[in-house]
Structure formats: C-alpha cells, structure tokens
C-alpha cells in the first residue's frame, strides 16, 4: 500500500507473534479479507489469504506460510454487521459523545473494498433504501448516534463530508460550487478545513439523501482493478456536541467521529491506467506515502519534540488529530485475497502491524466553559502555593530582624522596647507599614554607625602600629608644623562663613604681595602667582582633613608612596582644578609663612560652602604622627560626619 518493501522487512510470523496484541495502543487494527470477485474467479485465481481465527491472518505462499496477529480479523464470509460488531465501533460512538476524537478509516489496496466497508456497495446512496446487510460503517455509526443521542438528550448532531482529489479539498455537502477549499492549521486547534459546510442532522435517512448527493460528486475511475474506482480520499465527520449540563456550564463536550475512505494504492501496469488518470495516480500513491512516513514516524518517535510530516499532504493533515492526537483511531486493513496482489497485501499487512504501535494520548475535547474552570483552578493552586511562599518568606525575614527592630524611644527618661510586631501588620500605605519601614531603616542605620564607631579604634591602632619615622619625612613634618604655627597664629581671628555660594577667599594671594582689599575673583585652588602657593592643596595636606561628599578620597595624600607636592598635583587632576601645578613650583610651597593666612580663610569658605562635611581622619595621637598626616590642630569650623543618607553632627561624638 504504501511504499516497496525491501526483504529484510518482510515478516516472518514468530515477529509477528512476538509484536503481538498490544492492548494498551490506541490504535486498534482490523483486517478484512473481500471474496473473490467474479472476474477472478473467471480467471481461476486463487485464495492465498485465510482467516484461521478471529485475530489471526495466514498468508500462504508457495514454501512459506505466514502468520499476522491483529486486533481483530475478517474473512470472506463476514458480513458487514460482523465488521460494525467485530471491530468495536459502538465503542468509539460511544466515545465521540464523550467528547473524544475518533476515527475510522479504511486502507489498502485499490480494489480491496474500501468503499464498500465505509459505505457498502456503490449503488447503496442512488438506488433507494436498502437492506440493513449491506450497510456499510456510515449509515451503521449514524444509526447508532442518532440512537444514543435520542435517548441522552441535549445532544447535536453535525456532519461535514469533503473529498482530497489531487490534493485539493472538495466540498461534498456543497452542489452549487466546486472550489477547492483551503487547509489551515494552528498549534491549538489543529488543522481545519475553511468554509466547509456543516449540516446539521436528528435523522438518518434526511442525512443519508445529503451524503448520496456527496457520494455522486467524488470522482471515480474505471481500471483492470475496479470498475469504480476512488481517485481521492473520502472524509465523512460527525460532530457530536453534548450542551452543558449544570448553571455553570460544567460537562459540555465536542466530540467527533471520523470516517475516511482512502482511495486505493495502485500500481499503473496493474491498473493500466491511462495518461489522463496518471495525475491522479501519483497524487493519490504520494499521499499515501505521506501517510506510511507518518506512521513510521509516530512509532519510532520518542518524548514530546518529535517531528511528524503531516503538513506534507492534505490527507496528513486532517488526520493528524486521529494518528497522532488524542482519540481512538480504528484502521481497517482492505486486502484482496488474490496471488496476484500478495505484494500489495503484504505491504498493507506490514504497515498495519506497524500503525498498532502508535500509542496516542487519550483526552477528551471538553467545552470551552469547562477549560475555563479548569485553567482557573491550576491558577489558584498556583496562587496558593505563591501566597505561602511569600508567608514563609516573610516570617523568616521578620525572624532575622526581631533582634535589630528593639527600638529605645529617647526622651522619655525610661527606655521602651518597641518591635515590629508590636508595630502591627506591615500594609504598603498604612501608618503601620510607614512605622516598620523607618524602624527598619534606623535598625540599618545604627548598625552603619556601630560599625563606624568599631573602626576608628582599629584605624587608631594601626596608625600608631606604624614603624619609626624617616628622616626625610621628619624634616617635612616640622616645615608643616612651623606652617600650622603660623595657621593658628595668623590672622588673630578668622573671618565669619560667607553665606553666599561665590566662594571669595579673604586672599589666595599671598598678603605680602598683595593688600586684603585687592581680592581678584579667582578659583580658589589657583596657587599664588608670586609664590606658587596652593592654598587648598596646602590646608588639606597639612591640617589631615579630607572633604567627604562633595569631594572623593585623597589617595596622593599617603607620603609613603609618593612625595607630598606629586600627591597635590594628582589631587588637583582628580578634583578638576588646577594640575598644571608643576613639582618645582609646589617645592617652592614650604616655608612661606606669608601665604599661610590665606589657607585659614579658605579652610573656612570651604567649610561653609563647598565641603558640605569635613571629616577628620582618625585622631594619630598617643605622642606619634603619622607621616602623610600631621597632628590635628585646633579648628574654629564645625564638624560633620557625613554616612549615607544621615548627617550625625557633632562627629567627635562619634
Ligand atoms: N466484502 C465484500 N463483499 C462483497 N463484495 C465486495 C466486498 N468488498 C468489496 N466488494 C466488491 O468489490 C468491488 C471493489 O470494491 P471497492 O470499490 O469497495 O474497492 P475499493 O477498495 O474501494 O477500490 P478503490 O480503492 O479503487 O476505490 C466492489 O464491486 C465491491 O462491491
């Protein structure tokens, strides 16, 4: 039926045996064996395929016999009701009302009875009612759902029957046109046929006249094979819509039962089809190509990425929800009982026994109300499990903080412990939350300055663990304290802080050259320019003060690495002021008493205006100096101590 078989595929009938019944697959495969017709028996063919029991199927070829095990097996003399029975289709009636997909279909090939297992003998729809004997599957399933339905109640019935016919879909229901209709697919809802009539039913003989009408529309051809052949595949499909039962909308189903009837695999030089039908041919040969790849692939795929063509045929397609999807599916294999098809009825043999081991899923399509309800409620499993989180997280959180939130109220003489539970339940915008939050920020803010006050000890004694000093820098450390003389002598008592932001130094310039009243607005680092004196280098680097803030760490302050006037010029280039401060001008800063009354007055300005804190390095007491950092001398400016986010004055206390 589908593609050559090479020989190390053929089965043997231990394979068979081994591959056996497989109850668990959802794919349930029949094999129904026709009579010889009566050209054969004119020709005195004979029968080479035999039914010994109703699973197994023997194939007796000259030297060899074969065996194959299936689901269910039919011979020659069975009837179209034992087909109907033997192959449990009141089971997947029964299952398209409960909202599953199923489907039937019919395979093998040309010639085998296909068409007249799908719907009985060719003349069945045209010539009036017939007996219920030769029935076939179609009026047999709408019999039979019409009868369940009738009895449940709330229950519609909606069938649609369309032709694959050089790969284009034909609408069977429809007389007036024939345009092809377009196949679309979507990840949710699979693929569907646009603009296919649906036609409503609650009769099976109103349905049966609509379905003769569609069955004179498909095409068919006469070869050596048949005299009315199928050239493309049938699809008949009932909807079963089952309507809510309760207020809510609960237990709504859409169900559907499939019948398909596939036109017959055909060799040309068996057929002897003719050059118009060779189109038709190898459409209806590829499809069926496509559809053996399909199988294939179902079977051997494993997990969930696994890639099956079913977008390479129309036929695919549509059926991808019945191999591969979610309901029953119940092939039945066709095989002409002749010698001269065994090749093509082993064929079909083999990819039956294949298609048994597809093992789709079983789910039922229930109604869009009912997968509503129940995305919901895994939504609010998820929301539980998310709200527990969250208090597990929460607890733990205010169990790490219980230590830190004990609070002591100032001021009222008696400490009072207050926690954040006694604070109430935290709400973002309650008086509360705002309450626990500022609890939790001073908590922060006392460990920050805990941690500031342990320190300056260690900074201390690491200080005063400092070796020995160098002479070299003995000898600058008595320039600068010669210089801080002259600060805390000189002027007798410093300006008061300028409250506007122009920074006007009482003088950069040095006052022996230059009178107070002659003040040129000048940056204030900008050295003398008769001295080369820089006020600001100068007063940081001597007086141990850094500017915290407003300004970033002074690193080319540590004399251990660097001469003094090198770490001013770096200070200037990383402040943005002058740097064009050149060595041999800065060496010229020592020992110029005059220009030192200057620094006073701009320490003071800064202090005031630019510097919002001026932090002193950690005291280098106990009778050592540090060599970058000579003693702190006495200042007439304010202290702050600045952490981030809260000023504490007075940092002394600290
Ligand atoms: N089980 C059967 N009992 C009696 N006659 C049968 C049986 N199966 C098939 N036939 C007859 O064999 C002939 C071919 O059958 P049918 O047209 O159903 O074959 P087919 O597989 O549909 O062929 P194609 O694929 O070419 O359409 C028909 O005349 C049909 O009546």
Redesign the pocket.
């Known amino acids: 039926m589908f593609q050559r078989r090479s020989k190390r595929q053929t089965f043997d009938s231990k394979k068979m045996k081994n591959n056996g019944r497989q109850k668990e697959s959802n794919v349930m495969v029949a094999v129904?064996v026709?009579?010889l017709?009566e050209a054969e028996k004119e020709k005195r063919e004979q029968s080479v395929v035999f039914c010994p029991d109703k699973h197994n199927l023997q194939v007796s070829q000259v030297g060899r016999d074969r065996l194959f095990s299936f689901d269910t097996v039919l011979g020659?003399n069975n009837s179209q009701e034992d087909v109907f029975e033997a192959c449990q289709v009141k089971r997947l009636v029964a299952m398209a009302t409960q909202g599953y997909s199923c489907t039937v279909f019919a395979f093998?090939q040309?010639?085998?009875?296909?068409?007249?297992?799908i719907t009985g003998?060719?003349s069945v729809f045209q010539e009036g009612p017939h007996g219920l004997q030769s029935h076939g599957l179609i009026q047999r399933c709408l019999s039979h759902l019409v009868q369940v339905c009738s009895t449940g109640g709330g229950v519609s019935l909606q069938a649609s029957y369309l032709e694959i016919y050089n790969e284009q879909v034909q609408d069977l229901l429809e007389p007036r046109t024939h345009c092809p209709l377009a196949v679309r697919g979507s990840r949710t809802r699979g693929f569907r046929v646009e603009n296919l009539t649906l036609v409503e039913f609650c009769s099976v003989d109103d349905f049966t006249k609509l379905l003769g009408e569609g069955q004179r529309k498909r095409r068919t051809s006469s070869h050596l094979?048949?005299?009315?052949?199928?050239r493309g595949h049938a699809i008949l499909t009932v909807y079963v819509t089952t309507q809510a039962v309760g207020v809510d909308g609960g237990g709504a189903t859409k169900g559907k039962l499939s019948l398909v009837?596939l036109?017959?695999s055909e060799r040309v030089k068996d057929t002897g089809c003719k050059a118009e039908l060779l189109e038709e041919t190898g459409n209806i040969n590829r499809s069926l190509l496509t559809l053996g790849k399909c199988i294939a692939a179902l079977v051997d795929a494993k997990g969930r990425d696994r890639h099956i063509p079913y977008r390479d045929s129309k036929l695919t397609k549509l059926l991808s929800d019945s191999l591969g999807g979610t309901g029953l599916t119940l092939m039945i294999a066709?095989v002409s009982p002749t010698a001269s098809s065994l090749p093509e009825t082993l064929n079909t043999l083999y990819y039956s026994s294949q298609a048994r081991r597809i093992r789709p899923r079983l789910s039922a399509n229930r109604g869009q109300r009912e997968k509503l309800v129940s995305s919901l409620q895994r939504e609010i499993r998820l929301l539980h499990k998310e709200n527990l989180l969250l208090r597990q997280r929460l607890s733990s959180f205010l169990e790490a903080q219980r230590p830190d939130l004990e609070v002591k109220h100032a001021g009222s003489g008696s400490s009072e412990t207050m926690t954040l539970e006694e604070a109430g339940p935290t709400r973002p915008g309650s008086a509360s939350c705002s309450e626990a939050c500022l609890l939790q920020e001073l908590s922060q803010e006392k460990d920050k300055l805990q941690q500031v006050k342990v320190e300056l000890p260690d900074n201390q004694e690491s200080s005063n663990q400092q070796g020995e000093l160098q002479p070299e820098e003995s000898i600058q450390l008595l320039d600068t304290l010669q210089n801080l003389k002259s600060v805390t002598s000189y002027p007798p008592t410093p300006p008061p802080p300028r409250a506007s932001a122009h920074i006007r130094p009482s003088s950069p310039y040095c006052t022996h050259h230059h009178p107070p009243s002659f003040m040129p607005p000048i940056r204030p680092a900008e050295p003398c320019s008769h001295c080369h004196w820089c006020p600001l280098l100068y007063c940081i680097g001597t007086t141990g003060y850094s500017l915290q803030g407003a300004l970033p760490p002074l690193p080319g302050l540590n004399a251990d690495r660097v001469p003094r006037e090198c770490a001013r010029t770096r200070m200037g280039d990383r402040h943005g002021w002058e740097s064009d401060l050149g060595s041999e001008r800065l060496g010229r800063t020592k020992a110029q008493p005059e220009c030192v009354s200057s620094a006073g007055a701009f320490q003071e300005n800064s202090s005031s205006q630019q510097a919002k804190a001026v932090v002193p390095r950690p005291p280098r007491s106990q009778g050592r100096v540090a060599p970058s950092a000579p003693p702190l001398p006495k200042q007439p400016f304010p202290l702050q101590l600045v952490v981030p986010g809260k000023t504490v004055e007075h940092a002394e206390a600290v």
């Open positions: 129904r026709r009579p017709n020659p093998g040309t010639g085998s009875g296909k068409t007249y297992t003998p060719h094979q048949n005299e009315r052949s199928s009837d036109a017959g066709c």
